[in-house]
């Protein structure tokens, strides 16, 4: 296994680490109101994501779980009659 030759002195490794910077997030525009907000995310301040009011989250999950459900329940039926 290669070893390196030397120890890497404390100057050297901390000026090889000034290139370690944070970077600022990427901001995008909210379609809805304009504020800044992070990409892919639900507005904070309106709700809206991709043009829907995600204010009204609740409901929209209770629909999705609703027809997720359905079909499911009517398969463990079948097989409870069988
Ligand atoms: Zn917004």
Same mark, same amino acid.
């Given at each position: ?7 890497? @002195? ?10 370690? /910077?944070?970077?600022? !997030? ?5 379609? !809805? ?21 995600? @204010?009204? +989250? ?7 779980? +609703? ?11 079948? /097989? @409870?009659?069988?």
């Amino acid at each position: 296994m290669a070893v390196p030759f030397r120890k890497v @002195s404390k100057t050297r490794r901390d000026m090889r680490r000034t290139h370690y /910077k944070i970077t600022a !997030n990427g901001l995008v525009e909210c379609s !809805n109101c304009g504020a800044k907000i992070r990409p892919h995310r639900a507005c904070p301040k309106c709700g809206f994501y991709k043009g829907v009011d995600t @204010s009204k +989250e609740t409901k929209t999950e209770v629909k999705v779980a +609703e027809e997720k459900k359905a079909p499911k329940k009517a398969k463990s039926s079948k /097989k @409870s009659e069988e």
